[in-house]
Structures are given as structure tokens and as C-alpha cells.
């Protein structure tokens, strides 16, 4: 069997183009034969919006499938035939009545017949993804940053990449005398890459940037700048110049790699969002799917309404595109529908419709959806929209979701993930690890150098986890300067010695306070998931070895034994 994903996109996009022709002409010719009807003054109410609705979703879809003047003939013919069919809906009168139409329609219906004879090629309009893997927006872990600093001269920046490697980043040096080499590096990196240049060299790195890699890649590869001037004109002429970030001597490396940690996180996860699509229409849908799935947008169709609530559960989406009208069902309804659930209170509804009245739009959008937008749609212009909506409704689940000061899972949600690890555990078999972790004396460096640089210590610590981490692995920030770990498919012995070697280089970094500094260890406790019944008695487990690891000495990992 041939395996869809390997079709090229334009082939697949003309098969669904193919599969709408073929349907258009069908209801192109029901139609007519609701023409018929209104030459003969037959045309009864329950056709009457039969023959809206078909008209509604032609309107609709047609200019996505290359027929724009088709879809905008039926658009003109729908606006005539609504208000006939809205009155009918509202009427209690029998609907097998027969209806006056205005007999110029069954004229206009006919002639949409000549507007389908031609129909041109599908043409892939969108490109792929850079990277088409499984959801890792939850977090950078797993998707190695890499660090790359660009310099006619790399000597001073040579010392700088050197201290972020110790932060998890995978960091080297390039020199403009050898582009191809650098070139070379930054296409072999499939997760995130920072280029890292000082301010003075920083048009020569955008040009280099703009003539050696892909426009479109650009997002992929920000610049971040660093030099001695911090005054406001300074930073406002590396920012006018295009930079990502800016710092100024002397630097402060947590604070950099807390921005780079960001960055990566911003530019370069592989999926950028997870869209419901609600719409009756199964050709448009799965073209709207097919194209936001080949963006790297992940997406999942519904054509059922009745099906809506149960795929929400299923899917977890960070936005729905609905149509409102989906056959004899309502949009506008269906999304307070969904309010009525309160998990599904901040969910961005966003109206996919042919429907361009303001006044409509406006009065759609008061009983439950967020905003609107009219079909057609080019494939562009769908996944630039999609995408920038994902975006920001992530930023503000982030915002319930994650503890504030490291980004990290809050202590009910890593909870959560250790209830969801060990019912995995249960079906597959495979072996899992809870982590708890501390940091070693961590009141006497708030009482030593304040609240702010311990503040700094624990997102430093966290920024060290993401990069370290494997992508399944969840990160939460248990309470105070505890973190809890889930790490799926991993035995206790080899969780040990992956999180002593993740402490080995935490203790080696250097927090700076003026002329001094100080260092900081970190204990850990180690448990199986697999041996305890419920999550609670893991978790238990791996803060008891904890407790056993710090009697012993601190600054290690012990693994929970009963």
C-alpha cells in the first residue's frame, strides 16, 4: 500500500480538486433541478433550503478548488435566496408548501453549469515543514540548540560559546574566511539554531544569512547580537537592523541562555499548533487538513457535528476553524455549545464561512467565537492566520499552565503527567522513572546573595533540564526549588546516571555577584513508576530517596529501594 505521506502535495491537493468537480457538477445539476421547480412554482420550503444550503457551501469552497467565479456566483445567488430560507426555518408553516422565488433565480442557477468546464491544475502553494515530526511545542527538550557564533575574527566569541555549552547548547565557532563550512553547519541542525555575532559584524551576519539560506528558513535561524553599548540609540539601531536579541557587557550568561532557551522555543518547534476543523464540507475540509498538516500545523477533521465534543476530548486542539453552516446544523450554536463546557472556555473559535456581512459577522461572533474568516481563503494565507492564532492561544495556555519564573509545568499538571506515564506503563509494559530533585542548600544562597539570585539559580537549573532532556520527558516545577521528572521508557539505573551527569554540570557553573561568585549542587531521588499502584506512591518513592540522598552527603542521586 502506498503510504499517503510520500504522495507529492500537489497530486494529493488535485485529487480532492478532482473529487470536488465531480461534486460541484452533482450539485450543480440538483440545482437546476431545484430550477425547475421555481419555473413551475413548485419549489417547496424544505427545497428551498436544501438548495441554500448547497449554494452556501459552493460559495464557500469553490475558490479554494480554483473556481473562483463560481463560488462568487453562488455567493450572489445565496445572499438572494437567504432570507427566503431563514423566514422558512423560522415558520411553523408546513415545509412541503410551495414558496415563491423570484423566477430570475432559476435563470442565474443554470448559468453557474457554464462555470465549471475548465477547471485549472492544483498547484502546491505551500511548503513543507522543515521537519514533519510529532508534537514538541510542550517544550525544547529533545530538540537540540544549537549555538553557532559568526565572526571575521572569532576569538572573543570563542570564550562565550564555550560557557552556554555548559548550559546543554550544542555551540561551535565559524569564521566568515570559510562560508561553505558554515553553511554546511547550520543546514545539518534540524532543531533550533541561534546565530551569535558582535554588533559591529552584525550587517556582514545578515548578509551572509540572507544570501546562503532560504528566505522562508529565516525564522529558523534568528540572530542574536552582543556588544558594549547598552544605551537606548544602540540597541534601537541592532534592533532596526534586524537582530533578534541584544546584550550588552558585562554579560549576564543565565540571562542569555534564558533568552536563547526562548528563542528556541519560539522558532524552532516542529509543530506550530493543533487545529480542529469543523466543516461539513469533507473536500474543503481535508484540503484546509492536508495543507495545515504540510506547514507543520497539526490538524484533524470533522464532519459530524455530532462528533465535536468527544474529538475535542481526543485531540486537545489549540484552536477550531468552524464553518457556520454546516448543513442543518448551526456553527453559532454549536460553539456556545462548547462553552458550555468550562475546560473549553479559553479555546479560540474561529468562523470559516462565505458569510460577509459585518452585521452577521458581528452578531456570530457575540454568542461564543472569536473571530472570522471568509472563505475563500488562500492556502497562504490560512497557515500565516492559523499559525499566528496557535501561537498566541499557546502563550496564554502557557500563562494557566506553566509556573511562571522557569517556563516548567506547574505542580498539579507534572503531577498529572505521572498519572498519565504509568497508565502507559500499565498497557505497554515498558519501564518508566519519576525524578525528584532539589537543590542543595538553596536557603543559605537566598540568604547569602538574595531572592533575586536564587531566582536566577532555579532558571538556570531549568533551562539545563530542557536542554538535556529528552523531548517525551516532562519537566515540573514541584514547589520552592524542587522539580519532578517523568522520564517514559527508562530504567532507574540509567535515569541515575543521566541526571548525575545533568548535576556534574550544574555544579560547575559559576553565578557572579559583582567580584564574587558562588556554586551550586543539586540531589536527586529515583524511582520506578511501575512498582507502585497509583502516581501518588511513585512521586512518595522518589522523595524518600531524595530525603536518603541528602542524609548521605548531598550533591548525587539515589535510587529508591524498598
Known amino acids: 500500500m502506498t503510504n499517503g505521506a510520500n504522495i507529492p502535495l500537489h497530486k494529493r491537493l488535485q485529487v480532492l480538486q478532482d473529487r470536488f468537480v465531480e461534486r460541484a457538477q452533482g450539485d450543480i445539476q440538483t440545482l437546476c433541478n431545484f430550477a425547475d421547480l421555481i419555473d413551475r412554482h413548485h419549489l417547496e420550503r424544505n427545497d428551498l433550503v436544501a438548495c441554500y444550503q448547497l449554494l452556501h457551501r459552493m460559495a464557500g469552497s469553490a475558490g479554494t478548488f480554483g473556481l473562483p467565479e463560481l463560488g462568487a456566483a453562488a455567493r450572489v445567488i445565496e445572499k438572494q435566496i437567504k432570507p427566503l430560507a431563514e423566514a422558512t426555518e423560522d415558520s411553523v408553516d408546513d415545509k412541503r408548501d410551495a414558496v415563491s422565488v423570484p423566477a430570475s433565480l432559476a435563470g442565474a442557477i443554470r448559468k453557474l453549469a457554464d462555470l465549471i468546464q475548465n477547471p485549472p491544475q492544483s498547484k502546491d502553494s505551500v511548503a513543507e515543514p522543515a521537519n514533519d515530526g510529532e508534537d514538541s511545542f510542550g517544550g525544547t527538550h529533545g530538540m537540540q540548540i544549537h549555538v553557532m557564533a559568526l565572526a571575521h575574527s572569532p576569538d572573543y566569541l570563542s570564550g562565550l560559546v564555550a560557557e552556554l555549552a555548559?548550559?546543554?547548547f550544542l555551540c561551535d565557532v565559524a569564521s566568515f574566511s570559510q562560508p561553505e563550512a558554515a553553511v554546511t553547519r547550520l543546514k545539518e541542525h534540524s532543531g533550533a539554531t541561534i546565530i551569535m555575532c558582535v554588533d559591529s559584524e552584525l550587517d556582514d551576519v545578515l548578509s551572509f544569512r540572507n544570501e546562503n539560506l532560504p528566505k522562508a528558513e529565516h525564522r529558523r535561524f534568528p540572530v542574536v547580537c552582543v556588544g558594549h553599548d547598552g544605551s537606548f540609540e544602540s540597541r534601537y539601531r541592532v534592533a532596526a537592523r534586524g537582530a533578534t536579541a541584544y546584550f550588552c557587557e558585562p554579560l549576564d550568561?543565565?540571562?542569555?541562555?534564558?533568552?536563547?532557551?526562548?528563542?528556541?522555543?519560539?522558532?524552532?518547534?516542529r509543530l506550530q499548533g493543533r487545529v480542529l476543523i469543523v466543516d461539513d464540507d469533507k473536500e474543503l475540509g481535508e484540503h484546509y487538513s492536508l495543507v495545515l498538516s504540510r506547514a507543520g500545523i497539526k490538524a484533524r477533521l470533522v464532519s459530524e457535528p455530532f462528533e465535536l465534543m468527544s474529538e475535542l476530548s481526543a485531540f486537545e486542539p489549540d484552536l477550531v476553524l468552524m464553518d457556520v453552516q454546516l448543513g442543518g446544523?448551526?456553527?453559532?450554536?454549536?460553539?456556545?455549545?462548547?462553552?458550555?463546557?468550562?475546560?473549553?472556555?479559553?479555546?479560540?473559535?474561529?468562523?470559516?464561512?462565505?458569510?460577509?456581512?459585518?452585521?452577521?459577522?458581528?452578531?456570530?461572533?457575540?454568542?461564543?467565537?472569536?473571530?472570522?474568516?471568509?472563505?475563500?481563503?488562500?492556502?497562504?494565507?490560512?497557515?500565516?492566520?492559523?499559525?499566528?492564532?496557535?501561537?498566541?492561544?499557546?502563550?496564554?495556555?502557557?500563562l494557566m499552565n506553566r509556573d511562571s519564573l522557569t517556563g516548567l509545568l506547574k505542580h498539579s499538571l507534572i503531577k498529572q503527567e505521572v498519572d498519565k506515564e504509568l497508565a502507559r506503563c500499565r498497557r505497554s509494559g515498558h519501564p518508566s522513572c519519576v525524578v525528584m530533585l532539589d537543590l542543595d542548600h538553596f536557603k543559605r544562597v537566598n540568604d547569602t546573595w538574595g531572592h533575586g539570585q536564587g531566582d536566577i539559580v532555579i532558571r538556570t537549573l531549568a533551562n539545563l533540564l530542557r536542554n538535556r532532556l529528552r523531548e517525551t520527558d516532562m519537566i515540573g516545577r514541584y514547589g520552592g526549588e524542587e522539580f519532578l521528572l517523568v522520564l517514559p521508557q527508562c530504567e532507574p539505573r540509567i535515569a541515575a546516571e543521566f541526571i548525575g551527569a545533568i548535576g556534574k554540570s550544574f555544579a560547575e557553573l559559576a553565578f557572579g555577584v559583582g567580584d564574587d561568585s558562588f556554586q551550586v549542587t543539586l540531589s536527586a531521588g529515583v524511582a520506578s513508576i511501575n512498582d507502585f499502584a497509583v502516581a501518588d506512591q511513585a512521586i512518595e518513592a522518589a522523595d524518600q530517596a531524595l530525603y536518603e540522598r541528602k542524609h548521605a552527603g548531598r550533591n548525587g542521586v539515589t535510587i529508591y529501594a524498598r
Open 166 to 168: 555548559v548550559y546543554g
Open 253 to 269: 550568561m543565565p540571562e542569555m541562555a534564558e533568552r536563547i532557551e526562548s528563542l528556541a522555543l519560539e522558532r524552532g518547534s
Open 329 to 398: 446544523y448551526s456553527g453559532v450554536t454549536l460553539a456556545r455549545l462548547i462553552r458550555f463546557e468550562p475546560r473549553w472556555l479559553g479555546l479560540p473559535i474561529v468562523y470559516l464561512s462565505s458569510e460577509d456581512n459585518p452585521e452577521n459577522q458581528l452578531d456570530a461572533l457575540a454568542k461564543g467565537a472569536d473571530e472570522f474568516l471568509v472563505k475563500p481563503v488562500t492556502d497562504d494565507y490560512l497557515v500565516r492566520s492559523v499559525r499566528i492564532r496557535c501561537y498566541r492561544a499557546r502563550q496564554l495556555s502557557d
